[in-house]
C-alpha cells in the first residue's frame, strides 16, 4: 500500500451506503422494511380468499342410513336403545350383507318384509328362509318403542320354537298400516324407525303378489350409509332425531 495503516475506526467511519442519490439513511431504511411488511401482509391476505373461495365454507353432513330400491329410497334411523340390534344392523349393512336381497313378504296395510339371505338366489320357494346363521336376544320394550306406522322392526321364529322371542340376525320389516300393528307390541323387538320415503314403502306393499305375499317380480333392496347437509335433509323431508 502507501504505508499508512487504516485503524478499525477508520474503516468503518468510512463504509457509508449509497444510492443514486447519495446515502440511504436508517430512517429510509426503515420505511422500505415497514412497506414491504405490508405488502407481505397484504398478499398473504389475498391468497388466503382465494383459498377460502375455492374451498367455500365448510357445510355440517350428517350420516343417514340409505335403503334403496327401484321405487325410491326410504331412509332410517336405528335407536340406541337397542344396541345389540343397532350394533348388529350396523354391522351388515356395513359388510353390504342386504344388498341384492329382497322384500318377500308385502302384506297389504300391515307390513314389507326382507332380509332374507336367500332370495339372492334363483329359487324364490326358499326365500324368507336365511339368515346369518345367529339370532339376538329380545329387546323389547313396548313402552317407549311400539308397532306404529314407519316401525323398523325384527323378524323372528314363533314362540312355540323361541320362547324368549330372540330376533333374526338379518330379516326385519316396516310397518305400512297407518293406524299401526299394535297388536304386535310387547312380541317383537322394535328397533328404529323410517325417517323418510313411507310412499316407496306403500309403493312395494302394494305390488302385485301370489297367495303367500310373495311379490310377482323381485323387488331387491341395497342399503348403505350416505352424508346429507342440512339442506338435502330439507329437501327429502327428513327431520332428525333430537
Known amino acids: ?13 468510512s463504509i457509508k451506503t449509497f444510492n443514486r442519490h447519495g446515502p440511504i439513511s436508517s430512517v429510509t431504511i426503515k420505511k422500505t422494511t415497514l412497506i414491504l411488511t405490508l405488502i407481505l401482509t397484504l398478499s398473504f391476505a389475498a391468497c388466503k380468499e382465494d383459498v377460502d373461495d375455492i374451498t367455500g365454507p365448510f357445510i355440517e353432513e350428517y350420516e343417514i342410513l340409505e335403503l334403496s330400491t327401484d321405487f325410491g329410497n326410504i331412509y332410517l334411523h336405528l335407536y340406541d336403545e337397542t344396541p345389540l340390534h343397532k350394533a348388529n344392523f350396523d354391522s351388515l349393512v356395513r359388510a353390504r350383507f ?9 302384506v297389504d296395510n300391515f307390513v314389507i318384509q326382507g332380509g332374507s339371505p336367500t332370495s339372492k338366489d334363483d329359487n324364490r320357494l326358499n326365500d324368507g328362509s336365511g ?7 329380545a329387546e323389547i320394550d313396548s ?17 312355540m320354537s323361541n320362547p324368549e322371542r330372540r330376533s333374526s340376525g338379518s330379516q326385519f320389516y316396516i310397518v305400512t298400516d297407518t293406524s299401526g300393528a299394535h297388536f304386535l307390541d310387547g312380541e317383537y323387538t322394535t328397533f328404529g324407525r323410517v325417517l323418510a320415503g313411507m310412499d316407496v314403502a306403500k309403493a312395494i306393499e302394494g305390488q302385485p303378489k301370489n297367495g303367500n305375499d310373495l311379490p ?13 347437509s342440512q339442506a338435502q335433509l330439507d329437501e327429502k323431508g327428513i327431520v332428525l332425531p333430537l
Not at 1 to 13: H, I
Not at 99 to 105: I, L, P
Open 131 to 137: 339368515g346369518p346363521g345367529y339370532t339376538i336376544p
Open 143 to 159: 313402552t317407549s318403542f311400539q308397532h306404529f306406522y314407519g316401525a323398523l322392526a325384527a323378524a323372528r321364529t314363533g314362540n
Open 98 to 106: 342386504y344388498d341384492s336381497t329382497e322384500f318377500h313378504r308385502c
Open 216 to 228: 310377482n317380480e323381485r323387488i331387491k333392496m341395497y342399503l348403505k350409509y350416505v352424508q346429507l
Open 1 to 13: 500500500m502507501n504505508g499508512k495503516s487504516v485503524t478499525d475506526a477508520q474503516t468503518r467511519a
